[in-house]
């Protein structure tokens, strides 16, 4: 289960006189969003419940809202980034309620071959207990970094699936805490580190070497797939935390000035099966990384990211992970703000 603080995000509306409201949620937490609509409706506001896939924070249903005539929306399960919204937008993560430290005393000499110098990072979920992990690895004797990233990310020590920063503190290891692969996969890929993923619901840890090296086997061979291919469809995302127009630009310039043929295609919700009508060889999705990393298998033809048409090109040797940047922070820069969160001390 996740906390979702009713009485806060009420309060909020309120002050921004809202009386009708959009909210916006990923599927796991469609029976909160539901509970949340009823205690709204209740103090008398209009409540409509989003019902499209919600893909992370990069993905608000601010024009949705706009278009029904809604003065908010709720955004539920993921902090707050930093975007150009229609309507005012309160992000509202939702924090697990599992403990981090009995997983971490499990797996504690596993922890130890990261060596003592380690980054300490975790999703969304999970970083309201960072400072809790923090103090336990300490008492341990770890010198422990939890990086602060770039305006991307609300919080130190918080990880995207598109980003990374905060885990490039210069550390012997990473060290994750959460659930899932893609989190830890791309920590590894994008630090060039050894990390290690820990889990805090079942207790099990995963180290991350094998599978960076197994993604990178696949990933060459999709770049292989495409070394005879004549046309690119480049694929742009209009989704607002996804929008990287100027980098599908520069992949059409570059396959051009290479002797291929290239065209941008803008989509909201990126799947092969849209696209079948089209006659390219090849696609590079310029949105987030996961789609061509995740859903390769489903395309029939072969499907890059921005940096794996550099390799294509020749333009680079090592494989790099392809990410979505923010700006640099400023050290008094404060962090993002939501609903409720944990104290930005860390």
Not at 233 to 261: C, F, I, M, N, P
Not at 283 to 288: D, L, N, R, S, T
């Amino acid at each position: 289960m996740h906390e979702v603080p009713h009485c806060e995000i009420l309060e909020e509306l309120r002050k921004l006189d809202a009386e009708c409201v959009l909210v916006q949620s990923p599927e796991g937490l469609r029976r909160e969003a539901e509970e949340l609509a009823r205690f709204l409706e209740e103090s008398g506001l209009t409540v409509i419940l989003h019902g499209e896939i919600n893909y992370g924070a990069c993905d608000p249903a601010d024009s949705e809202a706009r278009r029904l005539g809604c003065d908010a929306l709720i955004h539920l399960g993921h902090s707050y980034m930093r975007l150009n919204l229609e309507v005012p937008t309160i992000f509202v993560p939702a924090f697990a309620r599992v403990k981090l430290v009995p997983a971490l005393e499990r797996n504690l000499d596993e922890i130890r071959k990261l060596g003592k110098r380690i980054a300490l990072v975790t999703t969304a979920q999970h970083v309201h207990r960072l400072n809790e992990a923090r103090e336990f690895l300490e008492r341990h004797g770890f010198e422990v970094l939890i990086g602060r990233g770039d305006s991307r990310v609300s919080w130190p020590g918080q990880v995207l699936g598109c980003n990374f920063s905060s885990a490039k503190v210069g550390a012997d290891g990473v060290l994750f805490i959460g659930a899932g692969y893609f989190h830890p996969l791309g920590v590894a890929l994008a630090t060039k580190k050894p990390t290690l993923a820990v889990n805090p619901y079942s207790g099990d840890a995963l180290w991350m070497n094998a599978e960076v090296e197994r993604l990178i086997k696949k990933r060459w061979a999709q770049i292989a797939k495409a070394m005879d291919a004549k046309s690119f469809g480049v694929v742009v995302s209009t989704k607002k935390g996804q929008l990287r127009l100027a980098e599908a630009r520069r992949v059409v310039e570059l396959l051009r000035g290479h002797g291929r043929d290239a065209r941008l295609i803008a989509m909201d919700h990126i799947s092969y099966p849209k696209l079948e009508g089209f006659s390219f060889d090849a696609y590079v999705v310029v949105a987030c990384p996961r789609v061509p990393i995740d859903d390769y298998e489903n395309w029939r033809k072969p499907v890059l990211t921005p940096r794996e048409v550099e390799l294509l090109l020749g333009l680079r040797e090592d494989y790099e992970f392809d990410e979505i940047n923010g700006a640099e922070r400023d050290v008094n820069e404060p962090l993002g703000v939501a609903v409720h969160g944990p104290k930005t001390s860390l």
